[in-house]
C-alpha cells in the first residue's frame, strides 16, 4: 500500500512554525517513499473563517517549497459527509441518540465531579427503551468500550495505554446536524486514504476517541506519530514572545526556505551527527525511528549558522531576487549589475539575506547618500582634506580598478597620513556607502565606476 500522509491546518493566521515543521516530516516520509501528501484546511470554525488565512497557509507551503496532491480540501465543505457517517453508525448501533437537556448534563457533571470520575456522561440513552421528550433535537453519541484498555502503537511516543473508562460516549453530531471535530478528521483522512498520521503531541489524547470511530466504522485505524512540541529557548510553548513563532516572520527576517527546512527537519530528528542535509539526504534519510522524543528548543544560533551556509551555496541571481523586498526602493538594470559584481563578496559575510541587502544597499543609493552617526565621525576637517586630494587623485587615474585605487590610497596615506591606511579608508568609505563598515571597497568602488565614485566623494566636500 502506498503512503499517504496529510496536511490538516486550522486556518487562524500565519503559519505557525511548528506547524511548518509537521507539514516538512509528513512531506519527507510520504515523498521519500514514492507517496502521496494530501492538504485539508480545517475550516470548520465558521466564526473564526478568513480566507486570508487559508490563503496565508498556502503561501506558507508554497514558501516552504514543498507541495501537495490534488486539490486543496475544505473540512466544512464535506460537512455532509460526516453527518452521513454519524447516521450510518447509528443505523448499525454503534451510536444512540440522547436527548439530555443542558440541565441534565450539568447534574451529571456535578457528580462525576464529585465522585472523581473522568467522564461525566452518565450513558443513560445509550440502551435506552424510553420515549424521546417531545420538541428536543437529540445529539448522535458514539458507543465507546466501557471496560478494558486501548493500547495505541506510536511510532514516536511508543505504546501508550489508556484505561476506557476514560473514554466518553462523546457525541459526534450535533442537534443542529453539525459534525463536531472529532469526527470530521477521522471521516476526511479516512476519505483521503490516509496511511499515516504525524502530527503535534497535543493531539495524542483525541487519537484514542477518533479511533473508536474508526473501529465502529470498521476501518483501518493509520499509523501514527505524534511529534513532541517545539520550545523557545525559556523551555516554555514557542510563540511570538520568543522573536518569531510564524513561517512568515522567518521569511521577512531574510531566512532561506532551504535553512528552514534544514533546521526544522534537525529540530525534533536525528541521523547521527550530521548538522548540514541536503534535500535529496533528507528524503533518503527522513523516518519516523529517529524522531526525538523529548521537546525541541528553538536555537537561533543553529538557524543563523544554517542559513549562513545557505547563503554561500545559492545562486548569485536568485539572491538578487530574493534580496530586492529588503532594498529601499525598486533597482534598475544598472543596480541589478552592480549588486550582481558585488554578490560573491557579500555572500559569505551574510547571516540573513536582510544583512545582504543593508551591506549592499549603498551600491543602488542616490546622491547625496545619508550618512550613519558611524560615517560623519570620518567626515571631520582632517577626513575631508584626505578626500579632496584623493579627489584630484582619481581624476587622474587612466586605469581606474580595485588595484589602481588601492596603489593610489597607499601612495597617499604615505603622503599625508604617516603611513596609515585606515586614515584614508575611513573617509572614503565615508563618503563611498554612507557606512563605517563595508564589503572591500576597492571592489565596491570599481564596481561604481570612475565617475560615480568622484561624484559621491565631490558629494560630501
Ligand atoms: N487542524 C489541526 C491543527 O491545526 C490538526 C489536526 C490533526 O493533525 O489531526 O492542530
Redesign the pocket.
Known sequence: MSVVT?F???P?GMMHIG?AR?LLYNWLYARGRGGKVVFRI?DTDRERYDEKHVQALINGVKWMGLDYDGDVISQYERRDRHAAVAHELLAAGKAYYCYCSPEELDVMREKAKAEGKPTFYDRRWRDSSATPPEGVKPVIRIKAPLDGATTLHDHVQGDVTVNNEQLDDMIILRSDGTPVYMLA?VVD?YDMEVTH?I??D??LN?TFRQNLIYDAMGWKQPDYAHLPLILGSDGSKMSKRHGAASVEEYRDMGYLPEAMRNYLLRLGWSHGDDEIISDAQALEWFNLDHVVKSPARWDFDKLNHLNAHYIKLADDARLLDLIQPFLPHSIDAAGEKRLMAMMPELKPRAVTLKQIAEEAEFLVKSIPLDMSEGALKHLDDDGKATLGALVTHIAALDIFTAQTLEDTCRQLAKDMRDGKLGKVMMPFRAALTGRDKSPSLFHAAEILGKNETLLRLMAVL
Do not use: I, K, L
Open positions: 496529510r490538516p491546518p486550522s487562524t506547524t509537521t480545517e478528521v483522512d498520521v502530527r503535534g497535543d493531539h483525541n
